[in-house]
């Protein structure tokens, strides 16, 4: 195991830092602008926090209060979820090429491999092709867990194609039952990897209450948080959360990061500002063309 440590780039802001920078102070007082909206308190602590990190933390602490004076159910939600943000934010265990023994071993378990940008002609990318091998490690050492393919379609010159079809057929012809495999074909982002991905387990696979995220490296570290939040979030009561991230098994890409700003975008995606988020994204990655928001 090695640890995986995000990076916080201080080049790589996006237009709607511009306000929050222009009215921060070294203590990170901001005008009240957003006191009003309870949507805009959220997207304000998180952007504050991909920016910031820990020197936000007071910050983050005085809106989370007043989020709490407007809403103490979505405030319960989103003080979990800066704190398991925190938790990913100093780091966390990542395991190479396998998920370690012990994990429950049963249908409860699934194992959910984030996709990866198709080519043009709709074939898989190296990178993409390197997770399905960690993943068919995977189904080999828990032979009763669910596998979940997720990415939508990312081929430039072919419509048809998506990256979960692409690696559920792999998958299949590795020799994975097709029984266990689950196909969420829809999601263009990580955030909808997870918002998908949880719903087609929560509707149709109630068995399932733990989840493995599988993907490259530098990767990982987002998805579980994301996981994490969208479980969060759906739940029907915050004690009682339908699933927990409870591993990992990565892919060592040669190279690849994501800040945490990248993973501001994505939990404020999750909070339901897709404008804000793809703006985050596309201001700073060289990322496949997302479809418009509206």
């Excluded at 090695?2 to 830092?17: C, N």
């Excluded at 809403?71 to 370690?100: F, K, Q, T």
């Excluded at 959360?241 to 409870?246: D, K, Q, R, S, W």
Aim: overall charge negative; proline content about 3%.
């Amino acid at each position: 195991m090695r640890k995986s440590r995000l990076t916080v780039s201080l080049l790589s802001v996006m237009a709607v830092m511009a306000l929050v920078c222009s009215q921060a102070s070294a203590s990170i007082s901001i005008k009240d602008v957003y006191r009003d909206d309870t949507d805009l308190l959220i997207e304000d602590m998180l952007v504050s926090y991909g920016y910031y990190g820990e020197e936000a933390d007071d910050y983050v602490d005085q809106l989370l209060e007043e989020i709490g004076d407007e809403d103490p159910d979505r405030y319960a939600r989103w003080e979990m979820i800066m704190s398991e943000w925190s938790d990913v934010y100093d780091g966390v265990e990542v395991n190479l090429n396998e998920l370690p023994d012990g994990l429950t071993d049963g249908d409860n378990l699934c194992i959910v491999v984030l996709g990866f940008q198709l080519n043009p002609d709709g074939s898989m990318r190296e990178e993409l092709i390197e997770r399905l091998n960690v993943a068919l490690t995977c189904a080999e050492q828990y032979p009763n867990a669910y596998i979940a393919c997720t990415g939508g379609g990312t081929a430039a010159n072919d419509e048809d194609a998506t990256e979960a079809g692409r690696m559920a057929e792999w998958l299949i012809e590795h020799g994975v039952d097709s029984d266990r495999v689950i196909v969420e074909d829809r999601s263009q982002t990580t955030a909808q990897n997870a918002m998908f991905t949880l719903r087609i387990l929560s509707r149709d696979y109630p068995e399932v209450d733990q989840i493995a995220i599988v993907s490259s490296d530098y990767h990982i570290a987002t998805g579980e948080i994301l996981f994490e939040a969208q479980s969060v979030l759906m739940a029907r009561d915050v004690d009682d959360l339908p699933f927990e991230v409870v591993s990992n098994a990565a892919y060592e890409a040669p190279s690849g990061t994501l800040t945490s700003m990248f993973q501001a975008g994505a939990l404020i995606e999750l909070s339901g500002n897709m404008r804000t988020a793809y703006d985050i994204y596309c201001s700073n990655y060289d990322i496949h063309e997302l479809p418009g928001v509206e």
